[in-house]
Structures are given as C-alpha cells and as structure tokens.
C-alpha cells in the first residue's frame, strides 16, 4: 500500500535520470537501491578516499547521501518537469560511521507544491549488522521547469 | 586582537596534524587558509566530480568542508590530546555553488568544557566576485584522550 | 514490549517530578499524557492566548510542547539524581497550529551517557481529525547532580 | 547605512501592526525594541510565569521571541500585503536563560522573493552584564495575499 500517490506517472525514470546526472554520486560510489513514491533507499560502499581521521566516512558524505536521499524522495511526488533544490537539513550524528556498506533511507514527511519536508536515516552494515548512525531532517523546494532559470536559491541535491 | 585564548600552546600543529589525518579532505581538495584560535578558514578549487547536475557543486561536498571548519576551529580551542567529533549541524543553502573557488569560514560563538557551538559560512568565488552560499550552525564535543575508545557518539570532522 | 530497559527504576515518579516542577508548562496548560521509557506524549489544550495573528498556536509555544516532550522522554532512561538539559533542537512547520488540542509525542532515538538525541511530532486535533503540524529533533545532556552548579551550558527543557 | 532596501515604504507601520496581532506577544510580554530594515530586536522582562524548574525561562519561550524576531526581520524587507509564516528554525541553546531582561536579536541573512534566511541571538540581562544565551538560524516564507487561504504550510511567527 502506497502512502502517496505520484503525480508524475514516470516519476521513477525522471528521478533515475536527475539522480543519474549528478557527477557527485558517481564520484561518491552512491547508488539507487529501492525507490518508491515518497520513499528512496541510497547505497554506499565505504571508500578509505572518504574518510575523517579514524577511518570513518566523513560526516560531510554521510550528509551528501542522506541529502539527495531526501531530495530524490521529495522528487518522486512532484509534477513533470519539475526541477528540486535543497533550502535547508540539519544531521543528527548518532555514532561512527564505520562499516563496509551504508544505506540512507528518505521519507517524505509532508509533500507541498512549493516545499516538501522529509526524513533520513544512514545506517552502516558492519561484520553482518546494522547500526543507525545518523539522521536528517531537510526541505526540498521545487521549482517549476520555466523558472529554472531565475533560481533565487541554493544547490540542487537530486 | 583575538576573541579568545587557546588552552594549547600547539594549537595550530595540533589542528593542522588533526584535518591533515583526513583522507576525505585530501580527496575533496581541501586546505586550511587560515588558521586562528577559534577561527579557521577552509578553501577548495571547484571539481566537476562533485558536482550535482547542473554543474553546480554538491551541497553535500559543501557541507562537508563547512563541518570540517566548525571542526578545526572548535579543535584550537581544546587542551592538548583531546579528540573531538560532530554532534550535529544543520545547513542553510542560500544559492548555487557556482564558482571556481570556496571558502568554509568558521568560527566559534561558544566554547565549553564538553561542547563547544560554531557557526560557518561558505563563499563561492565566481568572476572575482564573492558570493554567501550556505550557512552552518553546529555542536562539536570534545574527547578526553583516554575516553577515546570509548566513544558513545559520531564520526569525527576533524 | 519496550524498546528501551530504564536505568532509573522510578523513572515515571522522577520525570513527573521534574515536569511538574517547571511553572511554564502550567502557564502553557501542557500535561503528561503518556510516559513510558524513552517515550513521551504532553497534550495541550488551545489557548486564544498563545495565538499568532491568524489565532493558530505560536510556533514558539508548539516548540516548547516539543522541546518539554523531548526532554521528558531522555529524562526517562537518565540514571537516578541526574540533571537534564537541552543542547539544540530544530524544528519543521508542516501545518497551521489549528485545533482544539495538541499532542506532543517523543521518542528516544539514541540514548547516551552525556548526550541523547530524541525526535517528536506535533499533532493537532480539529474537528475530530488528527493533524501532523510539526517535527523535532534535538538533543538532550545529561547532567550529573553533583556537577549541577558547574554546567557550562544551556536551560533545561524539563 | 543600510544593509537592505525595503520594498514597502510603509515597513514600520505594517511589522507592527502584524505583531501586535498575535496575543501570544502580549501574552508573553515581548515588544519591539528596534526596527530597521531586516533588522529586528524584542525584549522582553523575566516573568517567574514561564520559568523551567530551576527558574530559568523555558527554551520553548526563548524560542518563541527568536522565531518573532526574525520572521519580523524578514517581513520589513517584504512587498506591501505579504503574510509570512516560519518554515524551519533550529536553536542552540548556549547559557541558562537567567536575567531581568532578555532581547531577541534577528538580521536577514539572505532576502528572497519566495524564502528568507534570517539569524537572531537571544541575550540576557543579568546584574548588569548581557550574556548570550541562544543563537537560531531560520526559514521564513512569503506568502501572497491572495493566496493566504490557500497557504500549505506552517503557522506565522509574525
């Protein structure tokens, strides 16, 4: 049973295509794993490039992650032609990011047709458990396709 | 004249030997520019690996080097062999990350025994023009050396 | 089955006595209306005297419903003779404060030795429907009683 | 010098006609103290009314006069005939709340035609000395006249 219902009937190729479009994902080793209206699973494998000082993932990474998770949920509610940018998310961070794999899981909280408030969670996969290590709260703007070009605000995540 | 009186002596060999332990920054191509107790500023030259997809750079990567400023400027304040990690911080995106050079300007509002509050701005340098792109606010907590394993809490910035 | 084992065996007798200690949650006509280890619910009943200019409730009195639950239900898992303080919270407004009552509800997301992280949900009833209106996350310190005198930070919520 | 233009010559008049449309001002004894374009202060006197238990005010209230404060600083830079309601804020709370006097402090980071980034601290009074107690960083939201009854989202700080 579905919790929203998307206006966008491809909305699963147009957020795999915007997702796809960001050189950052690649470059970060993230990738779509689950992806639902209103809901997006992200997958990381850990990379020693990423790391703070003690072999942990950097918290900016961490942060990268669920940021376009949250985006790329927000995304799949939107109309076509639609384009997203992040306004604001703050990250609670719960305990070392160590472990071979991360997922950052976003749901959407409250879609609107400007702003849209989501959640997210990373967890870390280590020696075969789970463990959460931080968590997002974040809105996401959309902006109509015609006003793309006069964009007042911030970087896009998704 | 300075805001505030570091507790370690070293403070500035401490901080630098802290952020150059981080392979993230080497990867992200970040740098310290300046370096005040309290007060620390961060460049990076743009990358289109990290870019999201309109060329513009990933609020992630951006909030990775505003986290690691707040970090290393907590850090100059805390007495020798101290470690120190991210609580949380929450990010303001105010306009694209369009430019050929950033800037992750922190500085502490309040430092304390156990946790020390700082806040950052990130400036993009774009046709010799500076622009205000996002704001942090963040909770960094210092480590007792010896409590080090024992850690209950967060990746570490710095 | 609860989710969380408390540390204080008379954890509902101290977090009531700590509740009920703080005048403004009786100016704010804000109860206990559940309290279970690492959860919380206060309710609240509308107040023409706490309204904005649209009679909705002020989301500064909706935070402080929060921020209380929040406080509560970390006090809950604190060990006995412990002090309770609030670090930083954020909060997201989903909705207009437009009801004939409000519930706070929190839940732990990770306790800790000094600091737990708690997130919690505004809900308004109006007209027999249930609203969401606002999210929280934010962290809570615990403070020794014996280190009472020398806290270095922050009002505590509760 | 100002650091803004307003668009509505009439600013003075029209953010103080919104604020002292919310009871919940009056109720909580805050006034504006300062009003300039984008800039904003409140004060307000201690009252025992809406303390926490060690007599501090609640971080709930200091929160309310913030939250004023800025969605005040952010409607002086508005055209004629916009509402505004809060879209996010977040608090760190840095000293107790204890003082005679407390002022909320706002500036406009960044103005926009649909959001706008403001920061405020809040300060108290105490013995003479001003000691700064909290700091938040928020969002606000313009909202159409026309479309006011239609508004998604949020209740109005101001």
Redesign the interface.
Known sequence: MLRFQPKNPDFRQAATA?FN????MR?LGISIARLEPGEVDLAMDYS???????G?????????????ACGIAAFTLMPPSTGI?????????????RGERFVFRATV??P????T?C?ARAYATHDGGET????M?G?L?ALAAREGTA????????
């Open positions: 915007t479009a960001q050189p950052a470059t020693a490039a990423f790391a703070q000082q003690n942990f993932v950097h918290a900016g990474i961490i942060t990268a992650g669920l940021d376009n940018l992040t306004v604001e998310f703050k990250t609670n961070l719960l305990a070392p990011a909280v409250k609107g047709r400007t702003l408030v959640e959460l290590i931080a968590t709260s809105t703007m964009m007042d605000r911030a970087p896009a995540p998704a």
